[in-house]
Each structure stands twice: as C-alpha cells, then as structure tokens.
C-alpha cells in the first residue's frame, strides 16, 4: 500500500535521523506515526468496496445498513445546469443534480504575508495548469462520490436528495463575484405526495475561503434526524501524478475531545470493524480532507456526536516519464513503478436538517491565513456559538507532543524564511542566510562540545589506564574503590554529557525546520537556480550527493568521542562514511529546500570546526608553554 510504503519510509527517516544524533552527539530518540495495519484478504477490500461509499448512520437511525443504491437515476423534474461561482480566488462549478459541487479549482490564496497565484503542482514553467481540489475519479463512480452530500440512512430520502434534478434560484448558468460581494445560492425540490421537501442554501464570498451552507431537509414540515454531510472524497490537488513520502494522498482528520485526530486513507480502507469504516467517538467542532497544502472542513452549526471516516482504495496508471519517488535503488537501476494504490477518502460528520448554517472552508491550510485579526479561524467563528481553530488541519505531527515541541518552532522558522525571501526575493537564498544565521547562533555550544571533546580525549591514556588495572583487581580489593572515584573524577572533568547536550538541542530546529518544508506554502513551486520545486526533490539528484559528500567532510573534522580500543578507533572511521551513505539512502528524493538547509549547514560546520580546531590548537599550545617547569620535565629526569 502506498501509505503503508510512506509510514514505513518515514519511520526510516525518524530513525536515522536519531542515530546520527545518538552516533555525532551520544543519546537522543525520536518516534515515528504507528503503522497501519495491512490487511491482505481480498474479500475483506472487495467488502470495503462496496460498502464505504456511504457511511452507516448514526445509531439512533432506522436503517443502519443502508447504501445509495448503485442503480440510482436522476429524476427528470427541472433542467439540468451546472451554476459556475467566479471569484478572484477561486471558481466553483455546482450541479443542479444532487445540488453538489463538481469542480472547486483555488486562483489564488491570501493571508497575512501577502497574497499570491496558486496552481497545481502538474504546472510547467511555461504551462500553468488550474488548481483543482475535486476527485475525478470520484466523479466516474456510480453514484457519484462527490463534496457537500447528505445522507440521513432512510433511502427514501437520501436518493432524490442526492440523485435528483433540483430547482435553482439563479437564472443563466453564471455568478461573477468580486470585491465584498456574496452571492446566494439555493436548490430546492419538494414532493407533494411524501411531503419531502430539500434544501441546499449556499453563500459564496469573493475574497474568502469560508462559505455558508444551510441544509433543510423535512418531511411531513419535521426535520429529518439522523443527516449528515460528506467532505471529500481526497480533497486535494488532483494534478499529483505519483503519490509518495513527500507528495502524501489527502487524509482525514477531526478535531475531537479537544484534540485533533489523524488517520491516513489506508489505515481507513482497510479498517475490518466494519470494513472500509472508522468511527470517530466523542464530540467534534470540525471535520476535513485534505493533503499537504489543501483542505476541506466542515464546521457545523452545532457540535457534532459521531464523526465518521470512509474510504475505498483502487489502481492508479503512473505516465510515462514520471520519475517522482524514486528510490535510490530505482534510480540506480533506471525502474519505476508503473502502478499505484490510491484512495478515495471521505469525512461523514452529523449536521442539523433544521436550515442551520454550517460553515465550509476551503483553501491552503497556512498559518498566516488562520491567524487572529481578520484571519480564516475569525471568519469560521463569525455566526458560530464557539470558537474553533481550523490551524489544526496543518498537521504538526501526529502526537500531540510532538506538535506542542515543533509548533512553537515551526512557526517562528516559516515567518523568519518568509522574511528573508521579501528581502532576496527567493526561497532558495532565504534558506541559505536562514541557515547561516541558525548555525551561527549555535557556534557557542559547538564550542562547549568540542572543547568537552578535547577533554575527554586528554583524559584518555588514563582512562585506559585505569579500565586495564581494573580488569587485574578483585571486586573486593581495596585499590578497586580509589580507581573508580579517580574515574569519576575524569569523567566529570571530561564533561561528556555537556558535550552532548549542545548537539541535542539542535534536533528540534532540524525536525521543525523538515515540518516547515513539507506543509508550508511558501516552499512550494518556489523555484531557485536549476530547481523547480523547493518542495519537490532536486530532478538531477545533485543535492542529495551534495549533502552526502559535505557530510563526510565535515565528520572527518569533527571531534570524536574519545575511542579505548584500536578497534573503537576503527568503528569511528567506517561510521564516519557509513553514516552519509545512510542518509543518503534515506533523504533520496527529500524536499530540495530540505537537502539545501543541510547541506550549506554541513558546509558551515565545517567552517565552524575549522575555527574551533584553530582555536583549541592555540589554547593547547598556550597551556604547554605556561606550564610549570616540573610538567615539562620528562618523565626519567623527573624520577632521578
């Protein structure tokens, strides 16, 4: 599976990313997402096929087992027309069949840090190529799997509710929006016989990503309980050609029990109790699809009891001439995948049938765009009788501490690159001055480390020393308890830890730097000398033995933790050259701004260890020449 393959690859990267540390600092962990279990019984997936298109409704509804039925036609009530929305900022086509949206392609996005053109990343310099957010595969299926359905588990209802010809108040096929304009739309259908009446009330603003949607659905003038919307499937931009580690499939999410919960399309396709479904327990303030960049939420009027995810997988074609994702093996061999798992994933949350307003948001998910003072999140809560924070769609990291550690760091890295790049006018030197300045700031503690180093390696011939009389003595000889305070007398001299502990302040930055690269918008389609994408891997693989190489240079200068044995001394050296060849293995095809950010870093440790080494060579030749007159003496004169 291709999140399986994802999960499995970034745990490879977590994992060596702490035993570099463990090796150049001495002790650090860190632990990746859980992997979702596989599940191989073809009977169990052709099960979650047929069946996760709709969700099971809530227990309380009268038909828990229901689903649209495939054979499903449109009534033939009112002409058919699709009702296209143009704004700057977007333009959303709605079909009068199911009153649905069938196309949501995002121009251009805003936020704090300015505003600017977005396309999909199937764009070519010289052909830009529409942003699209809606499943066409989606589309193809019967019935339809399309954003903005409503299901309530009474098949009476739901067919004609999303299969019928509804009535539009909009004459023509056309609404333009610009400046504070808004526009609303609405489709109705009623039938006299059952006394079924549907409505579904949009409201488009020019210049945001929030719009309304009122759905009332009645029979007999009653509300009908039990209905909810759906989200997606697999919101997100549908020009990714390839899914892989960096270009990862849109997944679920839903703010929970005060907390945000996180489940990628094949955890969900695969889930067994019921197949091909995965309920969410406890009360939700919002509910969303989306990928990296991109999403779909629903916050609803009121908050919600039974959030449920649904997904059904199937094979994808990868073109001709797409090389994205490669391994290193791959590369090496000049193969590829020809095929890929994919999912189509969808948000089932509980809403109102009364005429509420549930409020829909639609965009980038980017800080500056939900931060307070006219940010999206003030826009959601604006109606609403609570206050809910859609920066959660920005995934963090899957554990809350984890995000509560790269958060606060993330967020001040994003607005210090953003700042550079209003300075240079690229990413790619913003990056570069970003690192510069970072390691810089760093070069005190380096410092400390290396001079903790030096200690450590001065104290070594006595180490050995002591370690080798230990090894003669009994556990009960006197000497044995005046040979081990003298060893924790060097050891506290030496320090080690402290030196250590400079290098594992930095792994923070690193990740927090990594979440930045792979979430961030401005990263993304940010071109710098031959790359086109500083969120993308470098095409000509030229960074990533860039990397590898300025990481060898700057290890082969670099203290070493002291060795006791000719065979430590040994195991150093090779780890020296194993450890880029790792990382090497484990970054191919990472972010470029990401291989950028470490290579100028190697580049600039070097430099720094250059200084230190300078430095150091001074200091040991000051101590030699303002020793005492008895130190100098060799030791023979000494004893005579």
Partial sequence: MEDSNRQDFQKRFLIAIVLSMVILAGWMYFFPPPKPT??????????????????????QAPAANYQVPETAQPSAGAPQKVI????????????????????????????????????????????PVPLELISQKGLENSPREVPLRVITGDPAIDQPANENIYTVNVEGDAVQLN???????????????????????????????????????????QPVPSARLGIGPSVGDQGIKKHYFYRSEPEATAFTNGDINRQLPAA?????????????????????????????????????????????KYEQEIPEGVHEGQSLFQWVMGSNDRKETRHLTTA?????????????????????????????????????????????????????????????IAVPILWCVAKLNELTGSYGIAIILFTIVLYSLFFPLKMRSAKSMKKAQKHQPRMKE?????????????????????????????????GCLPMVLQIPFFIALYTAITISLDFR???????????????????????????????????????????????????????????????????????????????????????????????????????????KMKPKLSAS
Avoid at 272 to 280: F, H, L, T, Y
Avoid at 364 to 374: E, L
Avoid at 548 to 562: E, K, Q, R
Wanted: hydrophobic residues 40%; charged residues 20%.
């Fill in 38 to 59: 596989p599940n191989n019984n073809s009977n169990t997936e052709q099960a979650a096929a047929n069946t996760a298109q709709t969700p099971a409704p809530v227990p």
């Fill in 84 to 127: 296209t929305i143009d704004s700057p900022f977007y333009t959303v086509k709605l079909d009068a069949r199911g009153g649905v949206p069938v196309s949501w392609v995002l121009k251009k996005h805003r936020s704090s840090e300015g505003e600017r053109d977005v396309y999909s990343i199937a764009s070519t310099k010289g052909n």
């Fill in 179 to 221: 400046g504070q304009e808004s526009k609303t739309i609405e489709f109705t259908q009623t039938d006299a016989a059952s006394g079924l009446e549907i409505s579904k009330k949009f409201t488009f603003r020019a210049e945001s990503p929030v719009s309304d949607l009122a759905v009332r659905i009645t029979r007999g003038g």
């Fill in 268 to 312: 969900i396709s695969e889930h067994k109790d019921p197949p091909g479904r995965m309920p969410i327990a406890g009360s939700a303030d919002w509910a969303g699809i989306g990928d990296a960049y991109f999403a779909m939420a629903v916050v609803p009027a009121q908050p919600a009891l039974g959030v449920e995810f649904t997904g059904t």
């Fill in 348 to 408: 089932w949350i509980p809403i109102t049938a009364d005429g509420s307003v549930n409020k829909v948001f639609v965009g980038a998910k980017d800080h500056f765009a939900f931060a307070p003072k006219g940010g999206v999140n003030d826009q959601v809560n604006e109606g609403l009788n609570r206050s809910v924070d859609l920066e959660n769609t920005i995934n963090y990291g899957w554990y809350s501490w984890v995000r509560t550690v790269l958060r606060p």
């Fill in 466 to 498: 002591i370690q080798d009389q230990m090894k003669k003595l009994k556990a009960d000889d006197p000497k044995m308890k005046e040979l081990q305070m003298e060893q924790l007398r060097l050891m506290k001299e030496s320090n080690f830890i402290g």
């Fill in 525 to 631: 389609q940010a071109t710098f000398l031959w790359l086109p994408d500083l969120s993308a891997s470098d095409p000509f693989h030229l960074l990533e033995f860039a990397m590898a190489g300025s990481m060898v240079l700057s290890m082969m200068f670099a203290p070493a933790a002291p060795a006791m044995t000719p065979e430590q001394a040994m195991q150093q050296k090779m780890m020296s050259y194993m450890m880029p060849v790792m990382m090497l293995w484990v970054l191919w095809g990472a972010p470029a701004g990401l291989l950028l950010y470490w290579f100028i870093g190697n580049l600039v440790t070097f430099g720094q260890q250059m200084v230190i080494n300078r430095m150091n060579k001074s200091d040991t030749q000051g101590e030699e020449k303002n020793a005492p007159a008895s130190k």
